[in-house]
């Protein structure tokens, strides 16, 4: 993985200095509040509803132990025994303190970390393939494109303020696991008829309060020019996108706007300008950093394994475990191990201190010392050798790790809503774990198949309720807490944006709306047809009917049954 040069050192040790004085100078009252404002949100500091969050970067969701390690020790120090991973492959604290954000910022420095650019309109983290480097249908690594735009977007001057946040997404393999079509700009690797390397790219895409999919602005990007072509796409957002209006202001709306053909005629315009200038890839600089993603030191593992199969055979809650968590590796013998966060009982996405130091040691035991934070929530050990599985099962279950859940109902995308964000007009965390409890049946699971179901609290949708096969956004209703459902989303190579299916729901009738699309689903399909195949084929009619056929009856808060 990529490690800090002199440059990266020295840049995040003056930030932090910078940072400690911002401190020093609120806490005594020589910056006022909206003064230190945007100085704490270039350094990922948000003030939510009970205390300050701090966002720390991982970029491209990519973690040694070490840093996980360090994870762990801020959420017992600093925090109340947790951390938050989110939808952009980074972690959140929810309890800190002001006066000792600048030891936190130092300590992760210590393990070349920082918080940089996770929040204000700038570039934020670039997001990509849990499974780069290992996954069987790879066609290109694309960590070491990631890194080459996180240093190129890192303090750009001239992109530090631009209209709105902006989120770049990086796939390299034949199935998109970045969810590219939901980014600012979207990156795709691609192999043309000659077999060179390129990427199709895809801009304007994103979510809110316009959910819009990304259009081609280019269908074979030669990997050379992919920066200045990226600069080239950003100088057009920075010079023309609206800056009067914050619902309005991302590249999504000046694309839909213009349209992609006046979009991609004057990015081509900027381009000439700059496509052969010094932001030219060279062979020289790929391989430089492609030197930090070499693979490890793999064994030569033979494929025959009686013991493994035996178990696998003779264990169903093991098996079942391998269905569902574990990937396919490109190197034989091995294998990707998905770690889920979405215990029934739990937030989604929240780990305790003990587990992130627990991940920490698999990583350094069974998987090189790595992990890597998957955009739906949960951490990947990508390197376990397949005669060590079910050791690592059994530690992981262990520690609350190892729900077989992975793709289906309960391994759920959700923000933290209104327990904590002060954007946020209703609670989510409280929906998913009612909707947990009542699906917690595995077996019902499993049966159902693949399903995804995201929650978001606001219409901001950072739990990316638009591509969830079921989407569930948090409305104020009257100053009321009130849930809109949508079906039909989907990330991946066939992403589309969810229709809603009428009025919105309490949260008490939540879990028995979901019940009844399922209902729907399980009447409707044809064999093995997943949910999202079934809600594409018979249209959202069917479903809205039946959940609104009958009054949902649901528990009174004060112990009475209702119709609500």
């Not at 000792?100 to 650019?117: F, G, K, N, R, Y």
């Not at 992975?406 to 209104?418: A, H, R, S, Y």
């Not at 009738?509 to 009447?523: A, K, S």
């Not at 399909?525 to 999202?532: K, L, P, W």
């Amino acid at each position: 993985m990529y490690r800090y040069d002199q440059y990266d050192h020295q840049i995040v040790k003056e930030r932090i200095a910078q940072y400690r004085d911002q401190v020093r100078r609120r806490l005594s009252d020589e910056l006022a509040e909206d003064e230190f404002r945007i100085l704490r949100l270039q350094n990922g500091l948000y003030m939510q509803r009970h205390a300050y969050m701090l966002r720390v970067a991982v970029p491209y969701g990519l973690l040694s132990s070490a840093q996980m390690r360090m994870f762990g020790h801020i959420a017992r120090k600093y925090d109340r025994g947790y951390g938050h991973f989110t939808t952009r492959q980074n972690i959140q604290f929810n309890w800190i303190n002001l006066e000792e954000t600048p030891d936190i910022l130092t300590e992760l420095a210590s393990v070349e970390m920082h918080a940089i650019q996770t929040s204000g309109n700038c570039i934020r983290n670039t997001t990509s393939d849990e499974l780069a480097g290992v996954a069987a249908d790879e066609i290109v690594d694309p960590r070491p494109y990631a890194e080459i735009i996180r240093e190129w977007s890192t303090f750009h001057p001239e992109f530090a303020y631009l209209p709105r946040k902006f989120k770049i997404a990086i796939s390299g393999a034949k199935e998109d696991r970045a969810a590219t079509a939901v980014h600012d700009i979207g990156l795709h690797v691609i192999k043309n008829e000659q077999g060179e390397i390129g990427f199709r790219v895809m801009v304007g895409g994103g979510m809110g309060r316009t959910p819009i999919l990304g259009s081609e602005i280019c269908a074979f990007l030669p990997w050379q020019h992919v920066m200045t072509y990226l600069e080239a796409i950003l100088r057009v957002y920075n010079q023309y996108g609206r800056r009067d209006n914050i619902y309005k202001a991302r590249i999504k709306i000046l694309v839909k706007a213009i349209g992609i053909e006046e979009y991609r005629r004057q990015v081509e315009q900027e381009w000439l300008d700059i496509k052969d200038g010094p932001g030219t890839v060279t062979e020289e600089e790929l391989h430089r950093v492609a030197a930090f993603f070499t693979s490890p030191e793999y064994e030569t593992l033979s494929a025959d394994n009686a013991d493994f199969e035996a178990k696998k055979a003779d264990d169903k809650a093991f098996n079942n475990w391998l269905k569902r968590n574990v990937k396919a590796h490109k190197v034989p013998g091995y294998a990707a191990v998905v770690l889920s966060c979405k215990k029934t009982g739990v937030p989604p996405g929240d780990a305790t201190a003990e587990q992130l130091d627990f991940m920490a040691y698999l990583s350094d035991r069974y998987s090189f010392g790595e992990l890597r934070v998957t955009h739906e929530q949960n951490v990947v050990l990508a390197d376990v050798k397949v005669s060590d599985l079910y050791t690592v099962w059994q530690e992981a279950k262990a520690h609350g790790l190892a729900t077989p859940n992975i793709g289906l109902l309960t391994d759920m995308i959700c923000c933290p809503g209104g327990d904590f964000c002060s954007l946020a007009n209703a609670k989510s965390i409280p929906i998913a774990e009612a909707i947990a409890e009542r699906f917690d049946n595995l077996d019902f699971q499993h049966d159902i198949g693949d399903i995804e179901l995201n929650i978001s609290g606001c219409i901001n949708a950072c739990g990316h309720h638009h591509v969830g096969n079921i989407g569930i956004l948090g409305v104020d209703k009257d100053g009321a807490e009130w849930y809109q459902v949508s079906i039909g989303g989907a990330q991946g190579n066939e992403s589309s944006i969810g229709k809603i299916i009428g009025p919105s729901f309490s949260a008490h009738q939540m879990p028995t709306v979901i019940e009844r699309l399922l209902q729907v689903y399980v009447r409707d399909r044809i064999e093995d047809e997943r949910f999202i195949d079934t809600a594409r084929r018979i249209g959202v009619a069917p479903f809205k009917e039946h959940v609104y056929a009958t009054p949902i009856k649901v528990a009174h808060p004060k112990g009475e049954d209702a119709y609500a």
